[in-house]
């Protein structure tokens, strides 16, 4: 997965390639895929890497400054959504764009529940309706709805560990 996401963003562009870590300086830990349907591991985890560039510590990539480091998140966050595209899921592309949305939105506000949204989102990746829980974070700051459907659907330990990942990434 990671020689994956590394090769292609080195292709498409001289910038992404300058800005990737030495292989022995990246941290290859998987976050949420492992709540999503294996299908979609790489997608996600090529939007999660965007997101990581944009407001936390990437795993792979070091950008030299903030204006590459804003179009390198951007490309990540299109190309993850190509990936999962690819597969004919529509439901997991509009479900993952509304992601995108909530966390920005989120993260401009100064409001938690961002790693709450990333858990429900994979754990209910194109087959459930986030609607109601994604209006408690938006509208109330209330991620309780978003955690509880990832944990209902994915289990426990395997939500502690996506939001205990999420936060030594993001903080």
């Not at 300058?18 to 299908?39: I, K, M, N, Y």
């Not at 899921?89 to 100064?110: N, Y």
């Not at 938006?138 to 289990?155: F, I, M, N, Q």
């Amino acid at each position: 997965m990671w020689e994956t996401i590394a090769a292609a963003a080195a292709a498409e562009s001289e910038l992404w390639a300058e800005s990737l870590l030495p292989e022995a300086e990246q941290f290859r830990e998987t976050v949420f895929s492992p709540l999503a349907p294996a299908g979609h591991a790489l997608g996600l985890e090529t939007i999660y890497e965007g997101y990581l560039v944009h407001y936390g510590r990437s795993r792979l990539f070091a950008p030299a400054d903030p204006d590459t480091a804003l179009l390198l998140g951007d490309y990540l966050y299109a190309h993850g959504l190509v990936r999962v595209a690819t597969t004919g899921d529509v439901a997991a592309v509009a479900d993952l764009a509304e992601l995108i949305s909530l966390c920005a939105q989120a993260r401009a506000e100064g409001r938690n529940g961002d790693g709450a949204s990333w858990a429900a989102t994979a754990a209910s990746l194109g087959v459930g309706d986030l609607v109601p829980a994604r209006d408690a974070l938006r509208l109330s700051s209330d991620p309780s709805l978003l955690e509880a459907t990832a944990r209902s659907t994915a289990g426990d330990a395997a939500v502690d560990r996506a939001l205990a990942a999420h936060a030594r990434l993001v903080g």
